[in-house]
């Protein structure tokens, strides 16, 4: 195991921490959706996870490193306990956190994620290829111009990872989601395979989580499933489960407002997390 690194961390508003984790590929940038909102009443960190954004290592690296560095993270911080908020792989590395140092986390906020992701993803062709970089520059040209979203973008790759294909899905793809596609290393994309096809799965150690959970996942999610998800949801003693119809693995984006209040719901209907 390598030794811990110093995340780079966006760090926002003050109060009970809140602990903030991508997913792949991705950055703390990524996680504004949720920081922006919860730093009014919240502390948020949303480091960039090793190999990730601003979090430079030239180190070969297994997912379990990534546990080491935010252990070190709190500890910097000298966080105590935090709630955590995981998206895709941020939600695999917030159970593993839960399941490795539990008196530290008060619980969870899982978004698109299983502890044995499943995907449902058709192959990729060079056509998907290249449609998915033209729709990519021409939106980062010009953020969620309907022209491109309707002749680029529903012929792209996005087309497995939204549903909604309006202007503020997209807006966020050319502000947060092409900088990290950009920023992310060959070692994470590596790490990140290794376990998959190592064949994760943690299903069996979900009954040790006694931290009330959060789940929240999309209906026609390719990336992980919500049968995964859903699987994973009923293994968690305390686990409250919430579904979202005609949205995909981005679904934060293409719905943030809904997916805030139900949230910041419940949130505030277990204030002793946040105590």
């Given at each position: 195991?390598?030794?811990?690194?110093?995340?780079?961390?966006?760090?926002?508003?003050?109060?009970?921490?809140?602990?903030?984790?991508?997913?792949?590929?991705?950055?703390?940038?990524?996680?504004?959706?949720?920081?922006?909102?919860?730093?009014?009443?919240?502390?948020?960190?949303?480091?960039?996870?090793?190999?990730?954004?601003?979090?430079?290592?030239?180190?070969?690296?297994?997912?379990?490193?990534?546990?080491?560095?935010?252990?070190?993270?709190?500890?910097?911080?000298?966080?105590?306990?935090?709630?955590?908020?995981?998206?895709?792989?941020?939600?695999?590395?917030?159970?593993?956190?839960?399941?490795?140092?539990?008196?530290?986390?008060?619980?969870?906020?899982?978004?698109?994620?299983?502890?044995?992701?499943?995907?449902?993803?058709?192959?990729?062709?060079?056509?998907?290829?290249?449609?998915?970089?033209?729709?990519?520059?021409?939106?980062?040209?010009?953020?969620?111009?309907?022209?491109?979203?309707?002749?680029?973008?529903?012929?792209?790759?996005?087309?497995?990872?939204?549903q909604r294909h309006h202007q503020t899905a997209y807006q966020y793809l050319a502000k947060a989601a092409l900088p990290a596609y950009l920023k992310t290393s060959g070692r994470a994309k590596r790490a990140l395979s290794?376990?998959?096809?190592?064949?994760?799965?943690?299903?069996?150690?979900?009954?040790?989580?006694?931290c009330p959970a959060l789940i929240l996942a999309a209906e026609q999610d390719y990336h992980i499933t919500l049968e995964s998800s859903l699987m994973t949801a009923r293994e968690l003693e305390k686990g409250t489960w919430?579904?979202?119809?005609?949205?995909?693995?981005?679904?934060?984006?293409?719905?943030?407002?809904?997916?805030?209040?139900?949230?910041?719901?419940?949130?505030?209907?277990?204030?002793?997390?946040?105590?």
């Amino acid at each position: 195991m390598s030794q811990a690194l110093n995340l780079k961390v966006l760090q926002q508003g003050q109060g009970f921490p809140i602990l903030c984790l991508h997913g792949h590929p991705g950055s703390g940038e990524c996680m504004g959706v949720f920081c922006e909102p919860l730093s009014r009443q919240f502390l948020t960190l949303a480091p960039d996870l090793r190999g990730y954004g601003g979090s430079h290592t030239q180190e070969e690296f297994t997912m379990m490193d990534h546990l080491a560095d935010l252990e070190r993270l709190l500890d910097q911080h000298h966080i105590s306990r935090c709630l955590v908020l995981g998206w895709s792989l941020g939600g695999i590395l917030a159970l593993e956190l839960a399941l490795r140092v539990p008196d530290r986390i008060s619980g969870l906020i899982l978004i698109a994620t299983s502890a044995s992701p499943r995907s449902k993803h058709p192959p990729v062709t060079w056509q998907d290829e290249l449609w998915t970089g033209v729709a990519s520059i021409l939106n980062w040209l010009q953020p969620g111009r309907p022209w491109h979203i309707e002749y680029f973008g529903k012929r792209s790759l996005y087309r497995y990872l939204i549903q909604r294909h309006h202007q503020t899905a997209y807006q966020y793809l050319a502000k947060a989601a092409l900088p990290a596609y950009l920023k992310t290393s060959g070692r994470a994309k590596r790490a990140l395979s290794q376990a998959l096809r190592s064949g994760y799965d943690r299903h069996g150690d979900l009954k040790e989580i006694k931290c009330p959970a959060l789940i929240l996942a999309a209906e026609q999610d390719y990336h992980i499933t919500l049968e995964s998800s859903l699987m994973t949801a009923r293994e968690l003693e305390k686990g409250t489960w919430q579904s979202y119809a005609n949205a995909g693995h981005l679904f934060p984006w293409e719905i943030p407002t809904q997916v805030l209040q139900d949230i910041e719901g419940w949130i505030q209907s277990n204030p002793h997390l946040t105590r």
